[in-house]
């Protein structure tokens, strides 16, 4: 048996035109609110917070939602084409609300872009647990690591897109001496690429039809189930299966809180302790980004010959390794040295091995019915995560120091190790080549 890489790339455009917007409104957002609005820090930060806060809530209520949808067009489907359509639509408004703010500004014009852009979280917040859970949907267990190694993939992939049409669009020589930045073409084309891979994933994924397949699949392979039935005849997980969840969804906000502080503070730890510039800071942050997607699919590939937990301990221990190794680099040095990108390139590495399998250990301990809901606990664990580290890091920096960040990192990082102990469930199988030739071809 072996991964179906056509279709899995296919299903991943639904996460690399995700991953456009985010990059897209994590970057420009901000922009608006303090260059345009005139939004202090503070009050800019709770409204670029209401994402993650909206996700805890969000993420697993669609997700389950898209669980029991009966629709035609499948389980997932319905949600990718309506999220992402209202999300176009929305999106439009901001540059044109900017715009008109900076042109004649009034106070409502500054509520209704606030109006706007909650209701595009909203949107937003609709698809991404289902557009995640069609990978696992349309592929079996055993190779759930490799493919999410390609979504992973797809979705660096469309943060490079943006990445590299902001560049070009709005280069220094394009934008200097400018008292207002018109972003209309930026979020036009993000809207563009939205819409077009939503039609790809639409046109070319027949979700009825895969979804078939893998009910006859799962018949074939009733080893693969951990469900138990209750005096109803309802599925439920045994006891071992859910102790092993708790802890891997325990794990899996232990090393977001640590990998996303450093994400959050390094370009301001870097500059206060190694007297980097944030352009060196942030090509240490890119190294990291480099690493991880060129490991992503060896990854999985490793993770399905030596299993997704003793791949996921790997990635912990490099990634604790990596930041007391910058810790010590703190004590010998106050200067920028190259070695540091060499550092970040391992922590890359040590993210990928710990990425790439984490999804898929949460949705194989369920039944296919459920997978959506599923996805949605694997995103409200990490999305808490993200929410808390920056708040929780900022305070400890500011009250000891910035030599601790480090430490804070490792110690979180190195507490998910003493977690994954008790995931006794959730790791790759070994099948057969026996079952549906649907899964042993690749076109």
Not at 12 to 36: D, E, H, K, R
Not at 332 to 353: D, E, N, Q, R, T
Not at 387 to 406: Q, S
């Amino acid at each position: 048996m072996k991964l179906n890489v056509k279709r899995t790339v296919l299903v991943g455009f639904a996460f690399l035109s995700i991953c456009s917007f985010w990059q897209m409104y994590n970057s420009v957002i901000p922009l608006i609110l303090t260059n345009t609005f005139h939004l202090n820090e503070t009050f800019s930060g709770v409204i670029m917070a209401a994402d993650n806060i909206l996700a805890l809530f969000l993420l697993p209520l669609f997700g389950s939602l898209s669980d029991r949808c009966r629709s035609p067009h499948g389980r997932r489907m319905p949600f990718i084409v309506a999220g992402t359509l209202s999300a176009v639509v929305l999106m439009l408004f901001l540059p044109l609300l900017d715009n008109s703010y900076s042109a004649a500004p009034a106070a409502w014009k500054q509520f209704l872009f606030i109006a706007v852009l909650l209701v595009l979280l909203v949107a937003m917040g609709t698809y991404r647990s289902p557009a995640v859970a069609l990978m696992p949907d349309v592929t079996p267990k055993p190779l759930r690591s490799k493919g999410n190694a390609v979504i992973n993939l797809m979705g660096a992939v469309g943060g490079i897109l943006y990445l590299v049409i902001a560049a070009v669009l709005y280069s220094a020589s394009r934008t200097k001496g400018l008292q207002h930045v018109d972003y209309f073409l930026l979020f036009a084309v993000v809207a563009a690429i939205m819409a077009v891979s939503m039609l790809i994933v639409s046109r070319s994924i027949n979700e009825p039809k895969i979804a078939e397949e893998m009910k006859a699949y799962e018949a074939s392979h009733p080893e693969e189930n951990l469900a138990d039935r209750d005096a109803q005849g309802n599925e439920v997980l045994p006891a071992p299966v859910k102790r092993s969840l708790v802890f891997l969804l325990i794990s899996i906000s232990l090393w977001f809180i640590g990998y996303n502080a450093i994400e959050t503070w390094f370009t301001t730890y870097a500059s206060r302790m190694w007297n980097m510039s944030l352009g060196s800071a942030s090509v240490c942050l890119t190294i990291a980004t480099l690493g991880a997607i060129v490991s992503y699919v060896p990854i999985g590939e490793i993770a399905s010959k030596v299993g997704r937990r003793k791949t996921i301990l790997f990635g912990i221990i490099l990634l604790t390794a990596c930041f007391l190794a910058a810790f010590a680099y703190t004590l010998a040095s106050s200067s920028f040295s190259p070695v540091l990108y060499v550092l970040f390139g391992l922590v890359g590495v040590a993210w990928a091995s710990i990425n790439v399998n984490s999804l898929p250990m949460v949705v194989e301990m369920c039944k296919g019915s459920d997978i959506g809901k599923f996805t949605g606990y694997y995103y409200t664990f990490s999305m808490a995560a993200q929410t808390v580290t920056p708040i929780l890091a900022g305070f400890l920096l500011n009250r000891i120091g910035y030599d601790v960040l480090f430490i804070y990192a490792a110690l979180f990082t190195a507490a998910s190790f003493v977690t994954m102990q008790f995931v006794k469930h959730g790791d790759s199988r070994t099948i057969d080549k026996k079952g549906l030739e649907a899964f042993d071809v690749d076109d």
